[in-house]
């Protein structure tokens, strides 16, 4: 079993940066592909990025590419995203999902463990 916490969500004007994290308990995190995931109010939850095992590998959705930057720290069991230019759309409920696989995926029924979710509201 794995666990993972969110962390770094918060209130943030339009343009401004957040950096999100995410702990993950265990052993086998450095095995583990990671996603970020977010659900906006009134709409269903969303891809925002994943990463592979190593690092090497990363997807964006398009709403976000160029804007925000994922990463990984295996060392630490650690996972970012990195949100600049943020947007009022950018406001959702962020989570944080691992994958019993090292390969990256956009599908939220490929990810085994799920956080609680990290609030991040941008305000205009």
């Known amino acids: 079993q794995v666990h993972v916490v969110e962390s770094g969500g918060g209130l943030v004007q339009a343009g401004g940066s957040l950096r999100l994290s995410c702990v993950a308990s265990?052993?086998?995190?450095?095995?583990?592909?990671m996603g970020w995931f977010r659900q906006a109010p009134g709409k269903e939850r969303e891809f925002v990025a994943s990463?592979?095992?190593?690092?090497?590998?990363?997807l964006y959705a398009d709403s976000v590419k160029g804007r925000f930057t994922i990463s990984r720290d295996n060392a630490k069991n650690t996972m970012y995203l990195q949100m600049a230019n943020l947007k009022s759309e950018d406001t959702a409920v962020y989570y944080c999902?691992?994958?019993?696989?090292?390969?990256?995926?956009?599908?939220?029924?490929?990810?085994?463990?799920w956080g609680q979710g990290t609030q991040v509201t941008v305000s205009s």
């Open positions: 999902a691992a994958r019993r696989r090292r390969l990256t995926t956009t599908l939220q029924s490929d990810y085994d463990y």
């Open positions: 265990g052993r086998t995190f450095s095995s583990y592909a």
């Open positions: 990463i592979s095992w190593s690092g090497d590998s990363t």
